[in-house]
């Protein structure tokens, strides 16, 4: 059973720092990788899809890793702000692409 | 497109009510998921279908709780008979079916059941 951890589970840094949220995983055959974010009382929104042949992918402000054969997915985001402050949750899909497992997910906070 | 599409975005009800939860995936999206979001438990996947056919349902935590996909355009999950512990947030989610492609979700319904 694929399990999933994020770390730190909550950071509080001050506008403008570069930060790297980590995503780890058990099981090695996945598929694809997503990232979301979600805010307070909402939904989840996509934020970046990497598939497994792939080593990075890029929108924005946001590029995420992904290392499959370690287990381990990054996002890192440049030139924080305060409308990052958000949860931020990694998915990694099982081996066909049909499920995603997620993480617990990491608390954001961005300090004006 | 409108996205995915949940109703009701609030629902409160008494302990042994039925409670209907909707949703409505964006048009061309053959697979559909249910989930569930606690503080104890995260989010969990409760059922999925592809071509209106349900996959897994592994994750639907008792009898009490139903799901169903008439067409590709509507889905019901349905809690009969609703108790407290069953107070969440269920989101919906939609995605191709196919290789390579990700969720997107609709905005929930919090669930309160007194």
């Known amino acids: 059973k694929q399990e999933v951890t994020q770390i730190p589970a909550a950071l509080s840094v001050p506008e403008g720092e570069n930060l790297v949220l980590n995503c780890s995983f058990t099981d090695s055959a996945i598929y694809n990788l997503q990232w979301f974010r979600q805010d307070p009382g909402k939904g989840l929104t996509s934020l970046l899809l990497i598939q497994s042949s792939q080593r990075e992918q890029t929108s924005g402000r946001l590029n995420a890793s992904l290392d499959k054969s370690s287990g381990r997915s990054t996002l890192y985001i440049a030139a924080s702000q305060p409308g990052d402050s958000a949860t931020y949750l990694c998915a990694p899909s099982d081996n066909y692409g049909q499920n995603f497992v997620f993480g617990p997910g990491t608390r954001l906070s961005v300090l004006p | 497109d409108a996205g995915v599409i949940q109703s009701p975005r609030h629902e409160v009800t008494e302990m042994g009510q039925e409670v209907t939860l909707r949703c409505k995936p964006i048009?061309?999206?053959?697979?559909l998921f249910w989930y569930r979001q606690t503080m104890m438990r995260g989010l969990e996947l409760l059922i999925y279908?592809?071509?209106?056919?349900?996959?897994?349902d592994s994750g639907m935590p008792e009898d009490r709780f139903s799901a169903k996909m008439p067409n590709a355009s509507f889905s019901t999950l349905k809690i009969q008979p609703s108790e407290p512990r069953d107070s969440a947030v269920y989101f919906c989610a939609s995605r191709p079916t196919g290789l390579g492609y990700g969720y997107t979700f609709g905005s929930g319904t919090r669930l309160t059941v007194v």
């Open positions: 048009s061309g999206h053959n697979s």
């Open positions: 279908f592809n071509n209106n056919v349900p996959i897994d």
